[in-house]
């Protein structure tokens, strides 16, 4: 079966191409959008086609770059162990999140799951929006 998703390719500007092969097409669907990425995909299970506006080639380039890492699968096991990663992401100490109940140290570790794809500002901005609604409460 062969999926496409984003935007109309005549509306991207200063267009780059990319293909490959990976099982996180819907991932990296995702993420692109997720990060705000004026793109088209085009995918299967197991390969993608983009077309994406090259303004935005770091944070591309970061999601596809993890797509073709092995790291995913290494983090989805690790839970309470993501929360030094999340520290560097905030730029805040082990600490301070440890600090933070348990339910606020539970869901900063399973956004950061759900959004890893995603470049670091998308992943530090939702990551950020859980600390506020914590010190709202």
Request: net charge neutral; with cysteine.
């Amino acid at each position: 079966m062969i999926y496409s998703c984003g935007r109309d390719v005549r509306r991207i500007k200063n267009k780059c191409f990319a293909k490959f092969k990976t099982p996180y097409t819907k991932n990296i669907a995702l993420a692109f959008d997720r990060s705000n990425i004026p793109y088209f995909a085009r995918f299967s299970d197991s390969e993608i086609s983009l077309v994406y506006d090259a303004d935005f080639v770091v944070s591309a380039s970061e999601i596809i770059t993890k797509s073709q890492s092995k790291d995913y699968a290494e983090i989805t096991q690790k839970n309470y162990d993501l929360l030094s990663e999340i520290a560097e992401i905030l730029n805040v100490t082990v600490g301070t999140l440890k600090n933070r109940p348990d339910e606020i140290q539970s869901a900063l570790c399973r956004f950061y799951v759900i959004f890893w794809f995603c470049d670091t500002p998308t992943i530090k901005r939702e990551l950020t929006r859980i600390l506020m609604t914590d010190e709202e409460n």
